[in-house]
């Protein structure tokens, strides 16, 4: 049985979501990020990065959310666009990859994580969030999802993290300038397969505290006497 490595981030989201939208059989495997068991030797053999999430698939390992979606996407033949759309399925797909997500995870911390307020940072990582999902919204303005016409691993993968937007950009609101990304959110919302995946976190203990062990373990350049 497949193995997933998670937690309730949205990266390993989305490759939650796309586990039940296709009704792969997998075995959860949480990783307590707060507690630093991403460091863990055996998982680092997995993930030499460190991070979640990655899967175990018989003799097959792949980490990267976004390289995990390709892989079940090609492997199941489930949620792909016809042949004519792979490049655009490349293009969408490594544009939330470099741009969507990294940009996304900076804003929430020096939004909310950052140790010390640096209005510089928090300034250009809110523009580079905004400008991003901007880009996603105007594609949706024409077009019910985001590569073909059919809901695809461009979706899930823009879901997980668009999810996020309030809490990211400063509150409901925001919604207002991005009417697109909200529409599909909620269609995806809506699917029972995003209820389950959102809940697999429920189903597990993680360390809620960002404490002073958590952040030595989640932003270990603050230990860097950096001049």
Do not use: C
Not at 47 to 65: M, R
Not at 85 to 114: D, K, N
Not at 197 to 224: I, N, P, V, Y
């Amino acid at each position: 049985m497949l193995k997933f490595y998670f937690n309730g981030s949205p990266n390993p989201t989305k490759v939650a979501l796309f586990l039940e939208e296709a009704g792969l059989p997998y075995e959860a495997i949480p990783v307590d990020t707060r507690k630093g068991q991403q460091f863990a030797p055996a998982f680092l053999a997995i993930n030499p990065n460190g991070k979640v999430p990655a899967i175990v698939d018989g003799d097959v390992t792949v980490f990267d959310s976004n390289a995990i979606l390709l892989y079940l996407a090609e492997k199941t033949g489930k949620f792909l666009p016809s042949p004519a759309a792979r490049g655009e399925l490349l293009s969408w797909l490594m544009f939330i990859a470099t741009g969507v997500g990294p940009f996304s995870g900076q804003a929430v911390h020096f939004r909310h994580l950052a140790p010390e307020k640096v209005a510089y940072a928090h300034n250009r990582y809110q523009y580079e969030a905004e400008r991003h999902y901007a880009i996603l919204d105007q594609r949706l303005a024409t077009r019910r999802y985001l590569v073909g016409d059919t809901y695809t691993i461009v979706d899930m993968a823009a879901w997980g993290w668009a999810r996020m937007v309030p809490y990211m950009l400063g509150g409901e609101e925001v919604w207002a300038k991005l009417p697109n990304i909200k529409r599909l959110l909620d269609e995806i919302n809506a699917r029972p397969a995003a209820a389950r995946a959102q809940g697999l976190k429920d189903k597990h203990t993680f360390k809620a505290e960002m404490d002073a062990e958590a952040r030595s373990h989640m932003f270990k350049h603050l230990a860097r006497n950096f001049a």
